[in-house]
């Protein structure tokens, strides 16, 4: 456990320095944006500087993300395990996915980093910066680094265990399997099943079993290469290249700084603060709070964009209040759900500029066609909640206040303006093609600041925590991304590409169907795993056969992500209910948290059928 320990703090001190660097990146690029636009002084040297620091923010937070159990795994049986069984999952996560993964990466990213170097590679372009070979040999560090703590968590587990012959009597399994598959391989015995379908099935199956996600994809990819002989582990030398090739990707690059800038907001008081004076806005209206829930969680999707959040924050806020009051505990459950997700799909939206990147589109195209769905789902919503209240008035009562109307409504557009104002700044420059994403983000930082400092809650602990989270969540993500790079390349050389087109364009032929079973298929994974996880595995399937039906990459792009919202409500597995029962504790059952969640997915399915039938619904803002 002295050792664990060392290496823990190695990872801390990398992951605190990635923090460091995700507040330097945000005032470096919007430093860079002001001086080119206000100025007309732009430095080729300075904006790669930027995308260094991004890469070393993602690629520092690696393991530290790992020291902290931020690499996410699908929990619905995991959680349910008994600690032993935890342990042993971790244990066989880091000894048979991660280190064979990470070692084979470390030793191909060596090779590109050394050619780099005595190539003297520098930049392409005039002005920029030179040693080329820095940056390439920060995926080297960075994959160590993920190796020791890989280390670390394998004696931290193994500590843990109380049963130790568990693990022994496993990993004798295991090593059976192997042998076998070893034998299969080595006399070149044929596949039962074609290889495509079960690397899906393998990778469904730890998926379920509670492995992490991104060691899942990069694990189950290493496994095919070895025992596909049509495949090899040459097909992965590539690998450090397609990664090199994300971490130069300037659209991703927003990703950190809206993650930084809604966990600014998130600590802000922003959202209490909206709750109490919407609440008593509306109050007078039956219904009127679960209406100012609803539009309070449009103003924190349009600002934060993290689910997770803003489900939380509304459940330990509202959830209280409108039981308090005398509202139904479905109404209120549902409510808070429904409204928490709407940051899925609202911009800035990090579904949208995930999917931007992985269907080669224009982040603020999505964003633009995103907002009449956002807008009318809220508007479904509200028209539902306030038929509910009508019909059911003991449900969602009118709550009387003893302050002046006038001075209510005050408080509310003083509460209101901010964000509001915030929120037009950083969209308004993405829709009006002053600003990129990326520098819209930046700017959207330093109004989150002043937001925090107008709530007189801006201090160091609120920008350490934004910073700190921010380097867990983007390593997360971006961790997912090469492990689902990995899964993609080995997948493609397997024919599975090939497959689905040939499936979907020869055996079905017909772009309608194509449209329902993609849904119905992103819908079904949505149930078990995250929308990153599908975003960049499945989706990159689907962009090749999009493009040979003539379908619009953007609306479909709108219909994944309206999907992927409804996914997040539907029970059993929606993670928004994992995350409203987590914050409610005993406040609300699972019985009535199911019940109020229904009639949202109702109403989901009928504005996706709405976009579907009304296709230049999404163009109403600009093409």
Do not use: C
Request: charged share 10%; no cysteine.
């Amino acid at each position: 456990m002295q050792l664990s320990y060392y290496l823990d703090r190695v990872s801390k001190y990398a992951g605190l320095l990635a923090a460091v660097l995700v507040v330097a990146l945000s005032l470096l690029v919007a430093y860079d944006a002001m001086m080119r636009y206000l100025f007309s002084a732009g430095s080729i040297a300075l904006q790669e500087v930027e995308w260094h620091l991004y890469d070393m923010v993602f690629l520092l937070g690696l393991s530290y993300a790992l020291k902290h159990g931020k690499h996410v795994r699908v929990d619905i049986f995991f959680e349910h395990y008994s600690n032993d069984t935890k342990m042993v999952v971790q244990i066989l996560s880091m000894l048979l996915l991660l280190l064979p993964f990470a070692a084979l990466f470390t030793v191909d990213a060596y090779d590109m980093a050394l050619q780099s170097y005595l190539q003297h590679e520098v930049s392409p372009d005039p002005g920029g910066l030179g040693a080329r070979w820095f940056i390439k040999g920060m995926l080297v560090l960075s994959f160590v680094l993920l190796m020791v703590q890989a280390l670390s968590e394998v004696l931290k587990a193994y500590h843990q265990l109380e049963n130790r012959g568990v693990l022994w009597r496993v990993l004798g399994v295991v090593a059976l399997l192997g042998g076998l598959v070893y034998a299969a391989w080595f006399n070149r015995m044929a596949f039962w099943v074609d290889p495509v379908f079960l690397m899906f099935a393998l990778a469904l199956f730890l998926l379920l079993g509670g492995f992490q996600v991104a060691f899942v994809f990069g694990g189950v990819a290493l496994f095919f290469a070895l025992i596909s002989d049509e495949v090899g582990l040459h097909v992965l030398e590539m690998l450090p290249y397609r990664t090199y090739g994300i971490m130069g990707n300037v659209t991703l690059m927003a990703v950190p700084l809206f993650i930084f800038m809604g966990l600014i907001l998130e600590k802000s008081k922003m959202a209490e603060a909206l709750l109490h004076s919407m609440g008593k806005l509306f109050g007078p209206v039956r219904g009127g709070l679960a209406v100012s829930v609803v539009l309070v969680g449009a103003i924190l999707a349009a600002s934060t964009g993290i689910v997770g959040a803003s489900v939380v924050m509304m459940s330990l806020i509202a959830l209280p209040l409108m039981l308090k009051q005398g509202y139904s505990s479905s109404l209120a459950s549902g409510s808070i759900a429904a409204s928490g997700t709407l940051g899925q799909l609202i911009p800035p939206s990090i579904v949208l500029i995930v999917l931007g990147d992985q269907m080669h589109l224009s982040v603020g195209d999505l964003f633009k066609a995103a907002v009449v769905p956002g807008l009318l789902l809220i508007l479904l919503y509200i028209l539902y909640i306030l038929g509910f209240a009508w019909l059911k008035r003991d449900a969602a009562p009118a709550i009387v206040s003893d302050d002046p109307y006038p001075v209510v409504l005050k408080e509310a557009l003083k509460a209101i303006v901010p964000p509001l104002l915030l929120i037009g700044a950083v969209l308004g420059s993405i829709f009006a093609g002053i600003a990129s994403p990326t520098e819209s983000a930046a700017i959207g930082v330093l109004g989150g600041m002043a937001l925090a400092t107008y709530n007189r809650v801006m201090n160091f602990e609120l920008l350490r925590y934004a910073a700190v989270e921010t380097v867990k969540l983007t390593a997360m993500i971006f961790m997912i991304l090469i492990g689902a790079t990995a899964f993609s390349l080995v997948f493609n050389e397997l024919g599975g590409g090939e497959m689905a087109l040939h499936f979907f364009t020869g055996e079905i032929g017909d772009k309608w169907m194509f449209i329902l079973i993609a849904m119905a298929v992103i819908f079904l994974l949505g149930f078990f795993i995250d929308f990153i996880e599908i975003a960049f595995v499945v989706v990159p399937i689907l962009v090749p056969i999009v493009a040979s039906f003539g379908i619009d990459p953007v609306w479909f792009a709108i219909l994944i992500a309206m999907n992927l919202q409804a996914s997040f409500l539907t029970p059993p597995f929606g993670f928004a209910l994992f995350y409203l029962k987590g914050a409610a504790g005993d406040k609300v059952t699972t019985g009535a948290i199911y019940r109020g969640v229904i009639p949202f997915i109702a109403l989901q399915m009928v504005a996706l059928l709405i976009i579907v039938l009304f296709p230049d619904l999404i163009y109403l803002f600009g093409r």
